[in-house]
């Protein structure tokens, strides 16, 4: 490539990233962003602040916030600069791999449009902090193949260890260098139980210092006291035929629409081409055949990380990005190469039959959904901030009631009486991010408190909140029966509680509904009899 071309393509890929600098942030990203606010202010995770996931993101969160700011602008621009430096690690790689640099900008350019194309909400998940991760261990699993490199080892070590401290079920990449290394027999079986012990060594000393937070007594002892709720979550919904339908059709959804059925078309090209000795000699042969097969094995095995944890979001599958964008950027250059260069160029009806079937495979490609997502850049840029939380209200008014949640905020900030706010909301960390509030409340979402399986204790801690709250903010539409067990709103569980329903009725008057929110606020007569 030219130093023309390779501007280029570097342009093409910060491009395609680009829209992520203007993408609002969803629940789970608030629900960070407030934990990351508390560890870095002397708060510990599991004790001062609940939630499921592993304590990384929780970490990754509260240094960007204290770096930049704890605020929506301040995390999409990491995200954008994590997702480049991912796009170009994955540019280098399959170039140094294939020895074609085309090839590999081609690969960078497929993971920035995949990425981008998803919705808001999907971005800036651990999913997609693990990409880097995955990106290098599939580099030094195909380049070290006759060489038995210690340092080697110990960097897919690493590289393990962070995007399983990232999600513990992405560790399921260990059985994918297991499977390549015993179908490859290269190495000796002395070599190999080598190699393995030093993946494990680095992996486990990887996650001791990014989980390091679990050797406090006290931390570990609330994320047990929590994986009573991870245990129930984690089995819900039971394995089924209506789990089998419904993950059948998920995975179709994703492969099809998300994914697209243009990339798929492309994948299945270079699938194809592991069969044409002639295609993969032009593309450095012995590489590129081994770089196909991990990848489909990479592909398989986190496809299978997503059914087995059962929650089939758009998020999750996009672990998937780096090996399918691998595979699909190498679709396109091989049908490039092999159909449109080989037109004659007097062929007029020919040409024209190939830019129709181009038009097709583009309208089929996730640059239809790009386009839409770059609006939010647009309506950022001449400050209509307003016409986005429409757009993501419409979106997803279950889940991402932002507009409402604003009015909410306005509503409490304009009365003269303030004090303390809890949310009993799936939401409650947009509420608790808009009007800021301090302290930080250890309830994120109701599911500690209001799912059919709650800790111990935890419902004597939220009606300990309840009482200390000035301001009462109750969601009506939030039903979630794979995070509760049940299909009750936050406001008909409070209607069920007899004990905080009982306190609400006789200490908070109902003051306004706004939208998906009902607003109370403490009667201080009441309270004070």
């Avoid at 449009?113 to 800036?124: C, D």
């Avoid at 984690?234 to 993950?247: E, L, Y």
């Avoid at 798929?264 to 196909?292: D, N, P, V, W």
């Avoid at 049940?486 to 939208?515: P, R, W």
Wanted: net charge positive; with cysteine.
């Amino acid at each position: 490539m030219t130093t023309y071309q390779r501007i280029f393509g570097c342009c093409i890929i910060l491009i395609l990233l680009l829209p992520t600098l203007f993408f609002p942030l969803g629940a789970d990203h608030f629900t960070f962003l407030r934990g990351g606010e508390l560890v870095v202010n002397g708060g510990r995770m599991y004790v001062d602040y609940y939630d499921v996931k592993p304590p990384l993101i929780f970490y990754m969160f509260g240094i960007v916030g204290n770096i930049l700011g704890f605020n929506e602008l301040a995390l999409r621009s990491f995200d954008l600069f994590w997702q480049v430096c991912t796009a170009f690690s994955l540019v280098i790689v399959v170039s140094r791999l294939v020895q074609n640099q085309i090839l590999g900008f081609c690969c960078g350019a497929m993971y920035a449009l995949s990425y981008t194309s998803l919705n808001f909400t999907e971005t800036l998940q651990c999913e997609g902090f693990a990409g880097i991760g995955i990106i290098w261990l599939i580099y030094f699993q195909i380049s070290s193949k006759n060489t038995h490199s210690i340092s080697r080892y110990i960097v897919q070590g690493v590289a393990l260890g962070w995007i399983t401290a990232l999600k513990f079920p992405l560790g399921i990449l260990f059985f994918a260098i297991i499977i390549e290394d015993l179908l490859s027999r290269q190495l000796t079986k002395k070599k190999l139980l080598t190699k393995w012990t030093i993946i494990v060594i680095g992996m486990i000393f990887t996650m001791s210092v990014l989980l390091a937070a679990y050797f406090d007594s006290e931390v570990l002892s609330g994320y047990r006291r929590i994986s009573v709720y991870l245990a129930f979550y984690a089995s819900n919904p039971p394995v089924n035929f209506d789990f089998i339908r419904t993950s059948i059709k998920s995975i179709a959804e994703f492969f099809g629409d998300n994914y697209s059925l243009a990339l798929m078309a492309c994948i299945a090209g270079t699938i194809f081409s592991m069969f044409s000795e002639e295609l993969l000699r032009r593309f450095h042969q012995l590489r590129s055949k081994k770089l196909i097969l991990f990848s489909i094995l990479v592909s398989a095995l986190l496809l299978l990380s997503v059914v087995i944890e059962r929650k089939l979001l758009p998020y999750r599958f996009s672990r998937m990005y780096i090996p399918l964008s691998i595979l699909s950027g190498i679709g396109v250059v091989i049908l490039y190469q092999e159909w449109w260069k080989k037109i004659p160029s007097n062929a007029k009806n020919l040409k024209l039959l190939a830019s129709m079937i181009v038009f097709f495979i583009v309208i089929f490609s996730p640059l239809p959904r790009w386009l839409n997502v770059a609006r939010f850049g647009c309506n950022s840029i001449i400050g209509n901030t307003y016409t986005n939380s429409i757009s993501v209200q419409n979106s997803d008014p279950v889940s991402s009631p932002r507009v409402d949640v604003m009015e909410v905020t306005r509503y409490i900030k304009s009365q003269p009486i303030q004090g303390k706010t809890f949310a009993i909301s799936t939401v409650a960390s947009f509420v608790y991010y808009f009007l800021d509030e301090k302290p930080i409340s250890k309830f994120i979402s109701p599911t500690m408190y209001y799912s059919i399986i709650a800790p111990k204790g935890m419902k004597s801690e939220m009606q300990q909140e309840v009482k200390q709250a000035t301001w009462l903010i109750v969601q009506t539409n939030d039903r979630h029966p794979s995070m509760y067990g049940h299909s009750n709103s936050s406001s008909e569980m409070l209607a069920s509680d007899s004990i905080v329903s009982g306190y609400v009725q006789k200490n908070f008057i109902h003051c306004s509904t706004i939208g998906v929110f009902k607003i109370y606020k403490k009667n201080t007569i009441a309270a004070i009899h």
